[in-house]
Nanobody, 120 residues
């Protein structure tokens, strides 16, 4: 069992930055692929960024160049640095973990989510 807790969300103006954190417990964190998924009101969930156990990263086109996913295996934490935020980035952001080392799009574990609101 993996327990994920997100933090770092909040209200920021367009063009600003936030860093989300996701602390994991209950597993050998370094062996899990991790991802950030967001859901805006009335919209489907959207995969934002992923990072495999070997550090390979992936991003949705809409955040490429603005967001950076990273992980600190010593701290059992994954981060999402979000720069140049836009109102359309407003959503609840969820941290998720695969049971394996690569991201396959079927995360087994989810955090409770953290709200990010970007004002124009």
């Amino acid at each position: 069992q993996v327990h994920l807790v997100e933090s770092g969300g909040g209200l920021v103006r367009s063009g600003g930055s936030l860093r989300l954190s996701c602390a994991a417990s209950g597993s050998n964190f370094s062996n899990n692929a991790m991802g950030w998924i967001r859901q805006a009101p009335g919209k489907a969930r959207e995969l934002v960024a992923t990072i495999d156990s070997d550090g390979t990263t992936g991003y949705v086109d809409t955040v490429q160049g603005r967001f950076t996913i990273s992980r600190d295996n010593a701290r059992n934490t994954v981060y999402l640095q979000m720069n140049s935020l836009k109102p359309e980035d407003t959503a609840v952001y969820y941290c998720a973990a695969e049971s394996g080392s690569s991201w396959y799009g079927a995360p087994r574990y989810w955090g409770q989510g953290t709200q990010v609101t970007v004002s124009s």
